[in-house]
Nanobody
């Protein structure tokens, strides 16, 4: 499988914003729920937000509700994560993948690093 390709990370001060992008062009990604995950240093990877194929159904982890927005563009096969009011605890590597990946069903990309500090 071709891995998703994440981009858009960087360094921001607390309260700042970033928009992450994930290009996932294979049909397995285009026609399934997609999820943004993050992995903080020393912690396990955790789901942040997911979105269905149409883009109309979205769910968010409690720790990002009201601050992050997930969206997708089916034409460009891109999933976005708009992140506002970033806090130091949002620091980590962000990945996109299927909602319930498993061996042979969804591949992990390189991720994109987000660092929030003053």
């Amino acid at each position: 499988q071709v891995q998703p390709v994440e981009s858009g990370g960087g360094w921001v001060q607390p309260g700042g914003s970033l928009t992450l992008s994930c290009v996932a062009s294979e049909d397995i990604y285009r026609f399934n729920y997609m999820t943004w995950y993050r992995q903080a240093p020393g912690k396990q990877r955790e789901p942040v937000a997911d979105i269905n194929v149409s883009g109309l159904a979205k769910t968010y982890a409690d720790f990002v509700k009201g601050r992050f927005t997930i969206s997708r563009n089916m034409v460009t096969a891109t999933i976005y994560l708009q992140m506002n009011d970033l806090q130091p605890e949002d620091t980590g590597t962000y990945y996109c993948n299927l909602k319930n990946p498993r061996p042979g069903f969804g591949s992990w990309g390189q991720g994109t690093q987000v660092t929030v500090s003053s």
